[in-house]
């Protein structure tokens, strides 16, 4: 069975850094795209990263440059380097995965958050 799980969140102040890791299980990444989303109370999901390889990713409009998302096929774990981290990135993040993830298809799952798995989830709270 297919199986994400999230770790690296925690509590910094603002201008801090972490780093997520979701481990992935019962897949092969080399055909997937991967996902980072998150979700802060009273507020919809949204996406935050996109991959399908290194040189394939996307992010959403808020990340003004400050997030670098990258995955290790070999060892099956995505990352996510968050950097200069703002109050407002408090939320829970959540690893995703699509597992047949042809072409460019990885730019529409993340608009749509059609993944096929989801983590549990890692809460990443930003304080001022």
């Known amino acids: 069975a297919v199986q994400l799980v999230e770790s690296g969140g925690g509590s910094v102040q603002s201008g801090g850094s972490l780093r997520l890791s979701c481990a992935a299980s019962g897949l092969t990444l080399g055909t997937a795209c991967m996902f980072w989303f998150r979700q802060a109370p009273g507020r919809e999901r949204e996406g935050v990263a996109g991959?399908?390889?290194?040189?394939?990713?996307t992010y959403g409009e808020f990340v003004e440059g400050r997030f670098f998302v990258s995955k290790d096929n070999a060892q099956k774990i995505l990352y996510l380097q968050m950097n200069n981290l703002k109050p407002e990135d408090s939320a829970m993040y959540y690893c995703a995965v699509k597992l047949w993830c042809p072409g460019d298809e990885y730019v529409s799952v993340f608009r749509t958050q059609a993944a096929n798995y989801w983590g549990q989830g890692t809460q990443v709270t930003v304080s001022s």
């Open positions: 991959i399908k390889n290194n040189e394939s990713t």
